[in-house]
């Protein structure tokens, strides 16, 4: 997958793959129904195809395959189970959209995909879609479906009524979650130049102006310096720590990163549900979308077909082939390696002759 340029390609497969409604399923088969509407387990196995190796290469196969919890299964089959339950919920949802009126989905597919083949070009975008199995039509279905869940997502978010009593219990509730500072610094490579900067800002210097002048910041420096607000534990641990102790407007010391030395003023901070009124009730609108959409799954007619105890014929059979090569490159090199040894050995027993010869 290592090969597959296009970021979009991978987020959208990734993060929102659901499957295309009304498909039949009679040649890739079906891994589960849904109010009637069938997912193609193709569908899932170009999920699990994606997720497997990222695992693998982090827990290795025996890993993968080893049990990890009381009922015994393995990280494997609960990455099956839990590809296969994100895919139902979707088409849960996918099925709530039909009716809606959500705006002109298919324009808006349009408009994304030509802007990807614009950012890869025609030839790039289509070996995209050849490396991970899909038509250009199949993409467009996986696409409109992913855009379809995310506007009625915001449909449905932005009917919801939010009280004053909800925010401030769910702001109390998740208070350490609310936290924010903001700051400015200024980089430089020695402790020697940090120790002059310090220097300058006591002799009355501007903050802003010495980073423009100073600072090796490329994302900042341009800006005086400033970052902007962020969470704790955003910023390396030296960095963050110093931010978070400090008072508003406290200047730092020379700290010492892996970046360089920084010079840091603290300029503001975030810490009030006045503050995180708006990300509150996003919070909120989220999750009673989710309340419901958890409700119309429980209400749903679902039946699962495909038995995530086992891998996908088709994922199996490709790791057998590649086991396969691996072993036949394996023995190959063995084999040169023999034939190299055997010239070699020849090749001395010659040398030995000729000085017998002499």
Not at 18 to 24: D, I, L, R
Not at 73 to 84: A, K, T, W
Not at 187 to 193: I, P, Q
């Amino acid at each position: 997958m290592k090969r597959i340029k296009s970021l979009l390609l991978i987020l959208v497969l990734a993060l929102a793959l659901t499957a295309c409604s009304g498909g039949k399923g009679e040649k890739d088969g079906v891994a589960a129904i849904v109010d009637g509407v069938e997912i193609p387990q193709k569908h899932f196995d170009l999920y699990y195809g994606i997720e497997r190796p990222r695992i693998v290469a982090q827990l290795g196969e025996e890993g993968f395959n080893q049990p990890v919890d009381k009922l015994e299964r393995s990280y494997g089959e609960l990455l099956r189970e839990n590809i296969l339950n994100s895919l139902i919920s979707n088409q849960v949802i996918l099925n709530q959209t039909e009716g809606e009126d959500l705006g002109d989905i298919e324009a808006m597919v349009d408009e994304q995909i030509k802007m990807e083949k614009e950012m890869l070009g025609e030839e790039a975008f289509q070996e995209n879609l050849k490396l991970l199995g899909l038509t250009e039509e199949e993409y467009k279905n996986i696409f409109k479906e992913h855009t379809a869940i995310n506007e009625f997502r915001k449909v449905k978010m932005e009917g919801y009524e939010i009280s004053l009593e909800e925010k401030e219990s769910y702001f109390e509730e998740n208070k350490e979650n609310f936290n924010q500072r903001s700051a400015r610094h200024i980089l430089v490579e020695t402790e020697e130049e940090a120790k002059n900067v310090i220097k300058r800002l006591e002799d009355g210097e501007d903050f802003g102006e010495l980073a423009k002048e100073l600072s090796q910041d490329p994302g900042s420096a341009a800006q005086g310096g400033d970052l902007g607000y962020f969470s704790q534990g955003t910023m390396v641990a030296e960095f963050n720590d110093f931010v978070f102790a400090a008072n508003v407007g406290d200047i730092s010391d020379p700290i010492k990163t892996d970046f360089g030395y920084h010079i840091i003023e603290v300029t503001g901070e975030k810490t009030t549900l006045e503050d995180f009124s708006e990300e509150v009730e996003q919070a909120l609108r989220g999750q009673k979308f989710d309340e419901e959409m958890a409700e119309l799954e429980k209400k749903a007619k679902i039946k699962k077909v495909y038995d995530v105890a086992n891998e996908p014929e088709s994922i199996k059979e490709k790791l057998e082939a590649e086991k396969a090569a691996e072993e036949n490159a394996s023995e190959e090199k063995g084999t040169e390696e023999n034939v190299e040894g055997s010239t070699e050995e020849n090749t001395d027993q010659e040398t030995e002759a000729e000085k017998k010869d002499n």
